[in-house]
C-alpha cells in the first residue's frame, strides 16, 4: 500500500501574560493551588496565602501550570533555603518553607486527596510522625556524570527535571557523617582511571558503621583498588564495590552485611541495593506506632505483605504473634530469615511471591486476625482483591504515595472497612515526599 506524507499542523506557541494570582494551598506534590477563570493553576514555589506574579505555561482542559516569576506578598512561613544547592538540586523543594507549616501542609494534602479520591474520611487523625529536619538520612544515592569538557567526575544529585548531575561538596538533609564524606570522595574519584565508566554512589551510615558502595560497569584495576581502599581507611569507611550482576567486594573494612537495629532488640543485615527506609529516626516510630494500632495479641495470626528484609515482620513477632511475612525480592526473603535468626525471633515465616499476580496457590493465603501493607509506590491494589480469602478483623497500611493510597481505599471499603485512624509520616523533610499510616478495620 502506497504511503503518503501529510503535514502536520504546526503548534502555535503563545506567551502567556504575566499575571496575579493568590494561592490557597498546597497540592501534594509541593506546588501552590490558585483558581483563574474557573480553572485551578498549579505554581511550584508558591505558598499558601502568597499573592504572586506567575506565568501561565501549560494548559489543560481542567487545570492549568504556571512559572512563579516573583512573591508580591509572602506568607509569613517563608524563609530563606539554606542549602547553596537549592533551586539547582532536584532534591528538597520545600526548604523555602518553616518546618511546622511544610507538616501542616502535607497534613492537609494527604486529607484532602483521601477525601476526594478515596472519598472517605477517617474517623480519627493521628498527630504526624516527625523528628529532626536535617541531617536525617542516614542512606543515598548520589549519581556520577563524566564531563568531556573539562575530564571531571560530577559527583551529587540530579537536577529537576533533567539529566545533568549537580555537583556538590555537602548535603544538609544526610547525616553529618555522610555529608562531610562527599567533598573528600568526590577528589578520590576524580583521581581513578576509570572515573568514566563509574555508576552511582551509595552512602550508608547505619548501626554497623559507615559505608560507601560504589557500582561499577566494569571491573577496577588495582591501583583504582588501591586508591578507594586508602579513602576508607583514612575516613574510617567500610568501602565496597557492586557489580552488575550484584556481586559484592568489600575494598577496605567488615566484609559482613551491615545492618541496622531496633529498639527491641531486632538487628536486621541487608545488602547495597536492597530497600530500607532512609530515616531511621521515623523508621523506629513507624514501626512503634503500627505495632499499637493493630493492638497485636498473642499467638494473632498476622501477614506482612512486601514484608522486605523484616522490619516490620520481626517487631510483630516479637510482639506474641505468629506472623506471615511475603516479598517479591528473592533476596530480600532470605535475608529476612537470617535476620530472623541473628535477632532471635521465632513464630515467624517468609514467603516469596509476586503480589501483584493471581495469589489464588499461594500457600500463605488463608484466614488470618490482622494485615499489615507497606507497598511500594505503586500501591496495593492487586493484593487486596484477595480479602475475601483473609478477611482481617484490621488492616494498617503504610504508604509512601498518597494518591495509590487514596485508590486503595476504594476495595477496602468495598469490603465493608472503615477508614479509622490516619496519620502523616513526615520521613523526607524539606521536600514534598509525603506518606502516611492508615488503620482499616471491618465496620460492625
Known amino acids: ?34 483558581e483563574h477563570q474557573g480553572k485551578i493553576v498549579f505554581i511550584p514555589g508558591a505558598l499558601p496565602g502568597e499573592t504572586v506574579t506567575a506565568q501561565i505555561t501549560e494548559q489543560k482542559k481542567r487545570h492549568a501550570k504556571a512559572k512563579l516569576i516573583k512573591v508580591e506578598t509572602a ?75 573539562s575530564k571531571r567526575l560530577n559527583l551529587g544529585f540530579r537536577a529537576l527535571a533533567s539529566s545533568e548531575v549537580v555537583n556538590i561538596d555537602a548535603c544538609p538533609v544526610l547525616a553529618k557523617s555522610l555529608s562531610d564524606l562527599i567533598a573528600p570522595l568526590n577528589q578520590c574519584l576524580n583521581r581513578l582511571s576509570a572515573k568514566r565508566s563509574l555508576g552511582h554512589v551509595e552512602l550508608l551510615s547505619v548501626d554497623s558503621g559507615p559505608g560507601v558502595v560504589l557500582r561499577i560497569t566494569s571491573p577496577l584495576n588495582d591501583k583504582d583498588k588501591a586508591l578507594l581502599a586508602a579513602f576508607g581507611e583514612q575516613h574510617g569507611v567500610r568501602v565496597i564495590l557492586l557489580d552488575d550482576e550484584s556481586r559484592l567486594e568489600t575494598l577496605w573494612g567488615d ?36 505495632i499499637d494500632w493493630l493492638q497485636v495479641q498473642p499467638g494473632e495470626r498476622v501477614l506482612d505483605l512486601f514484608c522486605g528484609v523484616g522490619n516490620f515482620t520481626l517487631p510483630l513477632a516479637k510482639a506474641g504473634a505468629q506472623v506471615v511475612g511475603v516479598e517479591g525480592v528473592e533476596t530480600m526473603v532470605a535475608q529476612a530469615r537470617l535476620n530472623a535468626g541473628a535477632s532471635g525471633v521465632e513464630g515467624v515465616e517468609f514467603y516469596h511471591g509476586d503480589l501483584s499476580a493471581d495469589l489464588s496457590g499461594a500457600p500463605w493465603l488463608g484466614r488470618i486476625d490482622k494485615l ?11 493484593s487486596l482483591q484477595w480479602l475475601k480469602k483473609m478477611k482481617p478483623k484490621a488492616i494498617v497500611y503504610i504508604s509512601c504515595n498518597p494518591v495509590s493510597l487514596a485508590r486503595d481505599c476504594e476495595p477496602l471499603l468495598a469490603q465493608g472497612y472503615v477508614l479509622s485512624r490516619l496519620g502523616l509520616i513526615d520521613m523526607f523533610p524539606q521536600t514534598h515526599h509525603i506518606e502516611a499510616m492508615a488503620l482499616f478495620e471491618l465496620g460492625k
Not at 16 to 28: T, Y
Not at 119 to 145: D, F, I
Not at 270 to 282: D, K, T
Not at 372 to 382: F, H, M, S, T, V
Request: glycine share 8%; aromatic share 8%; proline share 5%.
Open 75 to 149: 506568607s509569613e512561613a517563608r524563609i530563606a533555603p539554606s542549602c547553596p544547592y537549592y533551586g539547582r538540586c532536584g532534591g528538597c523543594d520545600l526548604q523555602h518553607l518553616e518546618l511546622s507549616a511544610q507538616r501542616e501542609a502535607k497534613q492537609a494534602a494527604l486529607e484532602n486527596l483521601i477525601n476526594k479520591m478515596g472519598r472517605t474520611q477517617p474517623q480519627a487523625m493521628s498527630e504526624p510522625l516527625s523528628g529532626e529536619g536535617w541531617h536525617y538520612r542516614r542512606r543515598a544515592r548520589l549519581a556520577t556524570q563524566y564531563q568531556r569538557d
Open 1 to 34: 500500500m502506497a504511503q503518503f506524507y501529510k503535514a502536520k499542523p504546526r503548534k502555535i506557541q503563545q506567551t502567556q501574560a504575566k499575571q496575579s494570582f493568590h494561592v490557597s494551598q498546597l497540592d501534594h506534590l509541593g506546588a501552590g493551588i490558585a
Open 255 to 290: 566484609e559482613a552485611l551491615p545492618f541496622y537495629r531496633l529498639e527491641d532488640g531486632c538487628q536486621l543485615g541487608f545488602s547495597p541495593g536492597n530497600f530500607i527506609q532512609v530515616n531511621g529516626e521515623i523508621n523506629q516510630q513507624m514501626v512503634t506506632q503500627a
Open 372 to 382: 499489615l501493607l507497606d507497598p511500594a509506590r505503586a500501591g496495593a491494589y492487586e
